[in-house]
């Protein structure tokens, strides 16, 4: 027997009370109470002097609860354990994860099994991520044990209160910053430190939430730091942006601020400040950047010049007043990144088949794969054809689907494997011109090379006489295989790629009640080159959706005494409905990058980082008083107009 003395402590159920020294230690920690990590500071000039400089210096704190995906599609798993026929485990697993490969991988070192001996299925349509399904999780670990236990196959799934709790959510924040301008409107100084919740399980907390803020306008003087702060809490990690919303939110309401507090018009203060050559701190250029685009279409779509107006100047109704707030967003998302494989076949048939390991949780990104391989092909996209499943024995590697990076990193795979089949292709076209030359009575020389010929519309044709053409399927017949085309993208790293977004938010406050009804909302997005124009209009859609539900209604609340969760379900959880939703009106900027395929510039996760700002900012110049706490609940909303009073 083994007998065990517990020393019962008190939980830390909040980030900020577990900054405090007073707060127990639960490890031999060498900072204050359950702090995990403070990082140094990123100093850019003088921050200082900078802020001494200033005619103006302002200040605010902004807060985001716990946020979950609320992915329809629960954690599902099918487990099998058999053996090879030389005695040697092996396992299989069919479950909802965002990368084969790295399930794969994470299983081989969970089980201490090969690589080799595992294989990983996804289902080619995974029903939604957000962030989610990215790291197998307990419930497959379990399945696959109890496989093993019962030498049966094994189906786990978890229920949504499961879901709610076991899977990872967005880290709750508290930003503190701080703007230094001039009474032109040029930033002079800015400062942040982000305290993050990194929950029990040494998530991300304040981790990821610097990037980007530093990158839209031109700061001489900067200040930021990271906090990360241990809790006996839920387990925090990637949700849709990471935490680049976070820094949306540390920097936009204060751009804000300082323009009301010089009298500058929000639009012209941002424009006066914009960095559209380089990083900063690294120097890398910027590829074609569109941010001067997306603010001034996004402005210009929503009437900004004619619905503008000072605060509380608008009156709609007796107690409602109207407002319109923007916001500007950058984040590194989209750009890609190694792995990036694939591989193409050319059938018998003349039609073809795409392979890639990308996982499709609801962006289109495979139907994208599919389009892209049939434009390298000239082949029409009803003769293409996807494979149906990512399995880790067959497909390609493209990397995990997260970081808006598949558009890029799976399809420069296809695409290289695309042109590979293609080249493959012309060259057994040229041989079997030559071949039947030979064959004629008398014999012909034939003279042509693969740079003579082309592929339109789904046959091989001359340059110089389209009328001349030569059937794909006959070429294949000839060769007497299905030619294979393979594509491992080498990425370049000349640019510094980044994403490009700007929204505007139109909306009436209710001072008698503190209901926020958003009227109408504008996204403006750098795709690069939209590939897929209906997927990019969808994933624009619903990333603006998803904002203006977090910065509405979606918190996950827990009993503060117990930290056991209070609405783990999709009744209490509030993600919006069809019936709250306002009109998005989605404007694509196209601004080609080298460093994508086609010129494309991936796109599912900015959409949501612009909302919380645009409506928080368009709350102020309703009525006049900073909501800065999200979700900007209705009881917020009238202890901000009382506090005012």
Not at 258 to 279: F, T
Not at 481 to 486: A, E
């Amino acid at each position: 027997m083994i007998a065990v003395d517990y020393e019962v402590l008190p939980a830390v159920l909040d980030h900020i009370e577990g900054m405090k020294p007073s707060t127990p230690k639960q490890w031999d920690n060498k900072l204050d109470g359950t702090i995990l990590d403070i990082t140094p500071p990123k100093i850019r000039g003088n921050p200082d002097q900078g802020f001494a400089e200033s005619d103006v210096v302002l200040e605010n704190v902004t807060t985001r609860s716990a946020e979950h995906h609320a992915a329809l599609e629960p954690t599902t798993v099918i487990a099998k354990w058999d053996y090879t026929s030389d005695g040697r485990d092996h396992v299989s697993v069919v479950g909802t994860f965002r990368h084969a490969h790295g399930a794969r991988n994470t299983f081989s070192q969970a089980l201490k099994l090969n690589q080799s001996q595992v294989r990983v299925i996804t289902p080619g349509y995974v029903g939604a991520s957000y962030g989610s399904h990215r790291d197998p999780n307990l419930v497959e670990i379990h399945a696959l044990l109890l496989a093993k236990l019962t030498g049966r196959p094994v189906r786990a799934m978890n229920t949504r209160a499961e879901d709610f709790v076991t899977r990872t959510h967005r880290t709750p924040v508290r930003n503190e910053s701080k703007i230094g301008v001039k009474r032109d409107g040029t930033i002079v100084a800015f400062s942040s430190k982000n305290i993050g919740d990194a929950g029990a399980q040494r998530g991300t907390g304040g981790a990821a939430f610097s990037t980007g803020l530093e990158a839209m306008y031109s700061i001489p003087n900067l200040w930021q730091q990271e906090i990360t702060v241990m809790t006996n809490s839920y387990k925090y990690s990637s949700l849709r942006c990471t935490e680049h919303p976070n820094n949306t939110l540390a920097r936009e309401p204060l751009i804000d601020r300082a323009a009301y507090a010089i009298g500058m018009n929000p639009l012209d203060i941002r424009l006066k400040n914009l960095n559209l050559e380089a990083n900063p701190d690294t120097k890398q250029p910027y590829n074609n950047s569109g941010l001067l685009d997306v603010i001034q279409q996004a402005t210009d779509r929503a009437g900004w010049k004619e619905k503008w107006h000072p605060p509380k100047a608008k009156e709609v109704r007796p107690g409602v007043f109207h407002g319109i707030g923007m916001a500007a967003h950058s984040c590194v998302h989209g750009g890609g990144g190694a792995p990036s494989t694939g591989m193409v076949v050319i059938n018998s048939d003349g039609t073809m088949s795409v392979i890639s390991g990308a996982a499709e949780v609801g962006p289109g990104e495979r139907t994208t794969m599919a389009m892209m391989a049939a434009e390298v092909m000239g082949l029409p996209l009803s003769r293409v054809r996807i494979s149906v499943d990512v399995d880790s024995d067959v497909t390609s590697d493209t990397g995990v689907t997260a970081g808006s990076r598949q558009t890029i990193s799976g399809g420069w795979g296809v695409y290289e494997a695309a042109q590979d089949a293609r080249t493959q292709l012309l060259d057994w076209a040229v041989k079997k011109l030559v071949d039947d030359g030979k064959k004629k009575n008398p014999p012909e020389t034939v003279a042509v090379t693969a740079d003579d010929l082309s592929v339109s519309r789904g046959v091989i044709v001359f340059k110089d006489d389209p009328n001349r053409k030569l059937l794909i399927a006959d070429v294949i017949s000839f060769a007497g295989n299905p030619v294979i085309g393979r594509g491992a993208h080498i990425h370049e790293t000349t640019w510094q790629r980044m994403a490009w977004a700007a929204g505007v938010a139109e909306l009436e406050v209710d001072t008698g009640t503190g209901s926020i009804k958003v009227l109408n909302y504008v996204a403006a997005h750098d795709v690069g080159r939209a590939i897929n124009p209906l997927g990019v209009k969808q994933q624009i859609e619903g990333g603006a959706i998803m904002g203006i539900g977090q910065a509405l209604t979606e918190t996950l609340m827990r009993d503060n005494a117990t930290g056991v969760p209070l609405n783990p379900n999709l009744l209490d959880y509030k993600v919006m409905s069809i019936k709250d939703v306002p009109p998005v009106d989605v404007v694509i900027v196209e601004k080609p990058k080298n460093y994508g395929a086609f010129g494309a510039h991936g796109i599912g996760e900015p959409p949501i980082a612009s909302p919380a700002s645009a409506i928080i900012n368009a709350v102020y110049n309703a009525v006049g008083v900073w909501v800065e706490n999200i979700p900007l609940t209705r009881a917020r909303v009238l202890a901000a107009l009382k506090s005012a009073s």
